[in-house]
C-alpha cells in the first residue's frame, strides 16, 4: 500500500461546478497536511495547509480526519485556471514529505 | 520571491555517463531536496541535505549521490547514467523546519533522457 494515496482522475467538470478530491495516508502518527498544485510542465507549489479544524482560501476549502486518515480539498465554483494536478502531501515528520501521485483536474467552458 | 534554478530544462545523456544536475537557491534556506518525478508514481525523495556538507539518503538513493559545498548550491550526479533514470528531476529548497508550514519552494525542474 502507498503511504499516501489519490484518486489519479482525471476529474473532468465544467466551469462554476464544485469538486471534491480525497486522499487517504497509512501513517497514523502523521503531523501536518498540505495540498500543492502543479501545472502542466511546471513545478509544484504550496497551495494550502490543512489542518485539524479545517480551513478555507476563498473558493478551496481543505479538510483533515485523522480517524480515517484522509484529508480532502474542495473547490466551489470552478475556474478554467484551475485546471492542473493536485498533490496531497503528508509530512511523517522530520524532514521528509510524503508526495501523492496527484488527481489531474479538468475544468471546461 | 524565492528564486530555485536548475542548470537544465532538458538533458540527453548516454547509457553510462556521469551526470551532473546543480540546483541554486537564493534564499539562504538550509534544507534541500532532490526529488524525481515519474507518472503515476508521484515526486520520490532520491537525497536531501539540512545543512554545508551534510547529505541524507531519501526514498530512492540508489544510482545517484549529491554534493552540498555551499549552503545555496545542491548537486546531483548520476554516476553511471541508465535508461530507468529517465525522468524528471525537480529540486526544491525549503527554511528550517517548522510542522505548522511545509513550503518547498521548487526549481523548475530537469527532463532527463537517457539512451
Redesign the interface.
Known amino acids: 500500500r502507498k503511504e499516501v494515496e489519490q484518486d489519479p482522475g482525471p476529474f473532468n467538470v465544467p466551469e462554476g461546478a464544485t469538486v471534491a478530491f480525497n486522499c487517504t495516508y497509512s501513517n497514523s502518527a502523521s503531523q501536518s497536511f498540505f495540498w500543492y498544485r502543479q501545472d502542466c510542465r511546471k513545478e509544484p507549489k504550496l497551495l494550502m495547509s490543512v489542518y485539524s479544524s479545517g480551513n478555507e482560501d476563498g473558493r478551496f476549502t481543505a479538510q483533515l480526519n485523522r480517524a480515517s486518515q484522509y484529508i480532502s480539498l474542495l473547490i466551489r465554483d470552478s475556474k478554467l485556471s484551475d485546471s492542473a494536478t493536485y498533490l496531497c502531501v503528508v509530512n511523517p515528520g522530520g524532514f521528509k514529505t510524503i508526495f501523492g501521485a496527484g488527481t489531474r483536474l479538468f475544468v471546461k467552458a | 520571491d524565492v528564486k530555485v534554478t536548475q542548470s537544465s530544462r532538458y538533458l540527453v545523456k548516454r547509457t553510462g555517463e556521469k551526470v551532473f544536475l546543480e540546483c541554486v537557491q537564493d534564499m539562504d534556506h538550509e534544507?534541500m531536496f532532490w526529488?524525481r518525478q515519474d507518472p503515476?508514481?508521484?515526486?520520490?525523495?532520491i537525497y536531501?541535505s539540512?545543512d554545508v556538507k551534510m547529505k541524507?539518503k531519501?526514498d530512492i538513493p540508489e544510482g545517484y549521490s549529491v554534493s552540498r559545498e555551499k549552503k545555496e548550491r545542491f548537486s546531483l550526479i548520476l554516476e553511471s547514467a541508465s535508461t530507468n533514470q529517465t525522468s524528471m528531476y525537480?529540486c526544491a529548497s525549503r527554511p528550517p523546519?517548522d510542522?505548522?508550514?511545509?513550503?518547498?519552494y521548487?526549481?523548475?525542474?530537469t527532463r532527463l533522457t537517457v539512451l
Open positions: 534544507n526529488y503515476g508514481l508521484g515526486l520520490r525523495l536531501f539540512y541524507e531519501g525537480l523546519s510542522l505548522s508550514t511545509d513550503t518547498q521548487f526549481g523548475p525542474g
